[in-house]
């Protein structure tokens, strides 16, 4: 994956973005995890998909971000690409003032 920008793991991003007065991570936590469900549902990859639902279910921003880069470490190829496009976007999500 080629990105302009350095898209680093989910669980520090959201340590380094929560507090932050412009910042939304649970806004974009829900649109790049349905999309990590559907990808991971296209693929047969059950046990994933219980990660990060068990994940959702603690409520927890850090515990699904967590959850989504455990999830990333055990893929590969053209899932983990498709999976690290969704960091970046919801990495660069800006809300409008």
């Known amino acids: 994956m080629s990105c302009p920008i350095k898209v680093i793991p989910m669980a520090q991003w ?16 829900g649109p790049v995890s349905s999309f990590y469900l559907g990808t991971l549902d ?3 990859l059950d046990g994933l998909k219980d990660t990060l639902n068990q994940a959702y279910e603690t409520r927890d921003l850090l515990t699904i ?3 989504l880069d455990s999830i990333k470490s055990q893929v590969t190829g ?3 690409n498709r999976l690290l ?3 970046c976007l919801g990495q660069t999500y800006v809300p409008e003032s």
């Open 65 to 67: 971000c967590e959850a």
């Open 85 to 87: 496009e969704w960091d």
């Open 14 to 29: 959201c340590r380094e973005n929560i507090s932050k007065p412009k910042s939304c991570v649970p806004c974009v936590l």
């Open 78 to 80: 053209d899932i983990k």
């Open 42 to 44: 296209e693929h047969q």
